[in-house]
Structures are given as C-alpha cells and as structure tokens.
C-alpha cells in the first residue's frame, strides 16, 4: 500500500531527523547545511613539496517545531532556532494530560518524566555538543485550564522551546552522531544520556539537575553512526559502526571491553538500533547493508530475522502501541512501515512490507510516528524528512 501525505513544505536546510514531541501534533525537524569556504583553498604545488590546503566546512543547521491537525493536514510552523548542523534529536518526557485541538476531545498519557520537571529536547550537533531544550512551564496547560479556554473559545496557548544547557562531549571539529535517553520506559539510570562521537567514541552523561560527561570509551574503528540504550535495562548501552560492527556494554562494568561483538553478520555500516518498548528482548538493527534484521538481545551474534528494506537503514522506529510494526527510513529506498508476524519476546515468524511512502525524491533519513498512533482507533500520523530535497511529509498509514 503506498501512503498517502497530508501536508508537506520546504526546511530549506537539508533535513535529516524528525522526533515527534510528546504532544502527537508537535514534532521536531532537525536540519544539517555544509557550506564550504574556498578562499582558503590552494592547489598542491606542481613539485609535489608542498600539500594543498582544503577549504573551510561549515556546519550549520536549524531545529524547526511544526505543529498540524488531527489528520496531519493544515501543518504550520510554530517555532526555529539557528545553530551547528544537527545530526540526531530526541525528546525526555510525557506531556500533561491535555485536550486536543480537533476534534475536541481528552486525551490522557502515561504519567508524567521529565528532566527537571520539563519535557525536553535533547539535540545532538556538529561541533561537538549534546543541546537541550526544554517546553516553557508556563506554556504547558492544565487540563482544566485547557477546558475552560475551549468553553471560553479562547485560543489554546502554543507550546515554545528555550535552550537550558549545553554540553560539550567532544572539540567542535568532533561531530555527535546520535543520541539516547535511559528513560523510553519510565525508568531512567544513572546515566541520562549515551552519545556517539565522529571519532570513534561514545560517551555518557548524568546528573541531577545539571547534565556532564560521566565516562567515555573507544568504541568504534571508524564512525558509530548509532549509539541506544537498552530500554528494559538502562545500564545496557547497543552501539553501531562503520566498521561493520555491533557491539553491547555493560555500563555497570565499565567500558573496556564489550560485552559482545557481532562483527560477521553486516555488509555495511550499522546505523540504526532500537529495542523494543513493549517485548523485552527484541532490538531492531539497521545497515547500510539496505537490511533490517531482528535479534534477541540474548543471543546477539545471530539474528532471528533479515528483512531486505530496498535502501540503506538510517532510522527504525517502533510503533508506540502496535508491537508487530516498525517504520524504517531506507535512504535511497525511501520509507516503508514494516510488519512482522508472531513477533514475541521469544522470537518472530516472517516479514511483510505493510506500506510505502515515495513521497520524497531524495535520500530518505528522518522519521518518527506521531506520539497519539494507535490511541485514537484511526490511521497513524508519520512525519519523515528527505536531505538533499530538503522535503518535510506528514502522511498516515
């Protein structure tokens, strides 16, 4: 079935995340622009004694909030901020139970987690820093408050960002590559954050009301494009490479060594981990290999099952309420919405492709499903972005 989109625009910037805010109509779009300086640039000298001098690279990026109806039409822009290029983003927290905008209906959420009492956005860029920010107080209603301004017809207030902490992980010639919060299920470690670095690292961070850099580890040969926390067990950290490896670690032990190396299943970069919020032992793994495959976290050097994506993997995401169904976005092969059959916390039957959407007509990277799928009884919201088109989809399945 090929999806339909509901709304789309233009982010200008090329576009490579999207993270739907606990809010399902309020969603992030992360953005990384490279822009080179050839002023500074000279040829390598014809008697081969001297070395040619690369031009400058800029990173730069932009973080755009979009808000849209119900049934993903009518998406407006409600809120930018300018900053290094942005590579992967990742919110901390529950909203309030709140009232939606239309149809007017309550909607209740999970109890409340938030990092210091704030639901917030943590942002992982190009100069070597981990970014949060957090939703304004003020600007996150009651649910009585909601119902006496739908009563009064008053307009519900928006909800806005402002920074509250930046922190620095590595030199700003060191990109972060991805990020994770301990807390998918409620409960969060010691350690807050895991971070992956350009050059070969990861490293955590911790904290009670300000966030720091509590350990760090060589982890990678070359790039780990992908750093998860294992959501059933948040001293557990599942890390990718561009060495073609997936690893696991023992934050309780250290670093040192891994607990495991899988260095034999991949073709490709590893470049997209998620474990799965409702089976406890299963972790969905993407490559640049153009392969999803499923494992147990209890037997990680063999997965349970490999399904071809038509692209390289650069994003999975799970479905909030639906446990067979995964969304994947496959860069050259665009995005697709993935079923499995008889997936269990024991194990999985086959594979078939529910959905696609070929709404865009470049490199396929940023995607997440809408907070509310599932909660309503109708079809999903997705937000996904492509990068060198600069293209922003909302669309359902």
Same mark, same amino acid.
């Given at each position: 079935m090929e999806a339909t989109s509901r709304s789309s625009t233009d982010t200008v910037f090329s576009a490579d995340a999207i993270e739907w805010s606990p809010d399902p109509l309020i969603f992030a779009c992360g953005t990384y622009q490279i822009e080179k300086d050839e002023t500074n640039a000279t040829p390598a000298a014809e008697d081969g004694d001297g070395d040619a001098a690369e031009p400058t690279v800029s990173r730069y990026g932009r973080c755009l909030l979009y808000e849209v109806d119900s049934d993903g039409s009518n998406l407006r822009e409600v809120q930018r901020f300018d900053g290094p290029?942005?590579? =992967?983003?990742?919110w901390?927290?529950?909203?309030?139970?709140?009232?939606?905008?239309?149809?007017?209906k309550l909607v209740f959420t999970r109890s409340n987690t938030r990092w210091n009492e704030r639901i917030t956005l943590a942002i992982a860029d190009a100069k070597g820093h981990v970014q949060l920010h957090a939703w304004d107080d003020e600007e996150v209603p009651s649910v009585s408050l909601h119902l006496q301004m739908l009563k009064s017809h008053l307009e519900l207030p928006q909800k806005r960002l402002s920074s509250t902490q930046t922190i620095t992980c590595a030199d700003e010639k060191t990109l972060c590559l991805s990020l994770d919060w301990s807390d998918r299920r409620g409960a969060a470690g010691a350690e807050k954050l895991v971070v992956s670095l350009s050059d070969g690292t990861v490293c955590t961070l911790g904290g009670e009301s300000e966030l720091s850099v509590t350990s760090s580890w060589a982890a990678h040969d070359f790039e780990?494009?992908?750093?998860a926390f294992d959501c059933w067990e948040p001293n557990t950290v599942w890390t990718?490479? =561009? =060495?073609?490896?997936?690893?696991g670690w023992d934050l309780r032990q250290g670093c040192d060594q891994p607990t495991f190396v899988n260095k034999r299943t991949f073709e490709g970069g590893v470049t997209t981990i998620q474990s799965h919020p409702h089976l406890e032992n299963i972790i969905a793994v993407g490559s640049y290999d153009e392969s999803i495959r499923i494992f147990d976290r209890r037997k990680p050097l063999t997965p349970l099952l490999t399904h071809a994506a038509g692209g390289g993997l650069w994003r999975l995401k799970w479905h909030p309420t639906r446990p067979e169904r995964l969304l994947a976005a496959a860069m050259h092969g665009g995005f697709c919405v993935v079923d499995f059959d008889g997936l269990s916390s024991e194990g999985v039957?086959?594979?078939t492709t529910a959905a696609t959407f070929s709404g865009h007509e470049s490199l396929a990277y940023g995607v997440d499903w809408s907070s509310g799928a599932g909660k309503g009884g109708g079809r999903d919201l997705v937000a996904s972005c492509s990068f060198y088109d600069h293209l922003l989809h909302v669309w359902d399945v």
């Open positions: 290029a942005i590579l =992967d983003m990742k901390y927290g529950e909203a309030l139970p709140e009232v939606s905008r239309v149809p007017i780990p494009w992908i750093a990718g490479g =561009d =060495d073609c490896k997936l690893k039957g086959g594979a």
